[in-house]
T-cell receptor
Framework: EAQVTQNPRYLITVTGKKLTVTCSQNMNHEYMSWYRQDPGLGLRQIYY???????DKGDVPEGYKVSRKEKRNFPLILESPSPNQTSLYFC??????????????FGDGTRLSIL | GESVGLHLPTLSVQEGDNSIINCAYSNSASDYFIWYKQESGKGPQFIID?????DKRQGQRVTVLLNKTVKHLSLQIAATQPGDSAVYFCAESSRGKTSYDKVIFGPGTSLSVIP
């Protein structure tokens, strides 16, 4: 089944403790992206990747890192999480990075709570 | 389930009636538009899309209308069913300055279907 898989689905942790949220897609998609979803603000893009080893900042990149060493994986790293990073996070992908007219496929989300 | 928004516009419709969900987009240069459905505890799912050179597109029980003059997008759901209860949001897409695909998501509308 074609899908975008995120892990963990839920995580409660403390300020300053490094964490990684994994994202994997099995559709051979070029483009991958991370979003956070907060009440009243909709989805905001954190980082995106056009292909392996090509990443760029989205609208809210502060406090996050990403890597794209393999086409299928796009982990989101919080080196020193803070409470304002408490949010619902989504990973998404689409087949061609340079094609405008394609919807993205989303994972089921990761709920992070930073205490 | 996951809470995707505390201040979302809400729409309640009777089962079997038609639903109309509206979206105002912001960028007159946007040339691709997508509607997503997000159920509780799930990631956004693609419903239907439309390019800027069209003003109407129909799918199975859904129709999207695009009015570029007033920058307005609507999603019509025919014969609404309980399974249609979800948050619906639109997304607009255009060529960004430094990227190939700048996507802006709306905050969403919560649809409740009354049996």
């Amino acid at each position: 089944e074609a899908q975008v898989t995120q892990n963990p689905r839920y995580l409660i942790t403390v300020t300053g403790k490094k964490l990684t949220v994994t994202c994997s897609q099995n559709m051979n998609h070029e483009y991958m992206s991370w979003y956070r979803q907060d009440p009243g603000l909709g989805l905001r893009q954190i980082y995106y990747s056009m292909n392996v080893e090509v990443t760029d900042k989205g609208d809210v990149p502060e406090g996050y890192k990403v890597s794209r060493k393999e086409k299928r994986n796009f982990p989101l790293i919080l080196e020193s999480p803070s409470p304002n990073q408490t949010s619902l996070y989504f990973c998404a992908s689409k087949l061609y990075a340079r094609s405008l007219n394609q919807p993205q496929h989303f994972g089921d989300g990761t709920r992070l709570s930073i205490l | 389930g996951e809470s995707v928004g505390l201040h979302l516009p809400t729409l309640s419709v009777q089962e079997g009636d038609n639903s109309i969900i509206n979206c105002a987009y912001s960028n007159s240069a946007s040339d691709y538009f997508i509607w997503y459905k997000q159920e509780s505890g799930k990631g956004p799912q693609f419903i239907i899309d439309i390019r800027s050179n069209m003003d109407k597109r129909q799918g199975q029980r859904v129709t999207v209308l695009l009015n570029k003059t007033v920058k307005h997008l609507s999603l019509q759901i025919a014969a609404t069913q309980p399974g249609d209860s979800a948050v619906y949001f639109c997304a607009e897409s255009s060529r960004g300055k430094t990227s190939y695909d700048k996507v802006i998501f709306g905050p969403g509308t919560s649809l409740s279907v009354i049996p």
